[in-house]
């Protein structure tokens, strides 16, 4: 499956933003997906993901509140609602694919990936 992620740009602290990672093929429900980001010398960490039907959701603690993880299937589409945005927010935003709902938190056990979206929060 091939990933696009789009929907980064620059805003204000305490603002919102969503991102959306759009699939390509017929099979996009049975991937869990999740979201990861990156912020300049710092390892990539996992801030959501979502079951195949989107009945489960996780969040890392950081965002939990203030970021929510929906997808469409008919779509074939995951969204990254941010509200409440921080300067500490700022990183890549990566979307990713997997199989599996085991370690879901992990980046390892994801096998796609898109390309990232810059999300620059400003102070």
């Known amino acids: 499956v091939q990933l696009q992620a789009s929907g980064g740009g620059l805003v204000q602290a305490g603002g919102s933003l969503r991102l959306s990672c759009a699939a390509s093929g017929r099979t996009f429900s049975s991937y869990v997906m999740g979201w990861f980001r990156q912020a300049p010398g710092k390892e990539r960490e996992f801030v959501a993901a979502i079951s195949w039907s989107g009945g489960t959701t996780y969040y890392a603690d950081s965002v939990k509140g203030r970021f929510t993880a929906p997808r469409d299937n008919a779509k074939n589409t995951v969204y990254l609602q941010m509200n409440s945005l921080k300067p500490e927010d700022t990183a890549v935003y990566y979307c990713?694919?997997?199989?599996?709902?085991?370690?879901?938190?992990?980046?390892?056990?994801?096998?796609?990936w898109g390309q990232g979206t810059q999300v620059t929060v400003s102070s």
């Open positions: 990713a694919a997997r199989k599996t709902i085991v370690e879901v938190t992990t980046a390892p056990g994801y096998d796609y």
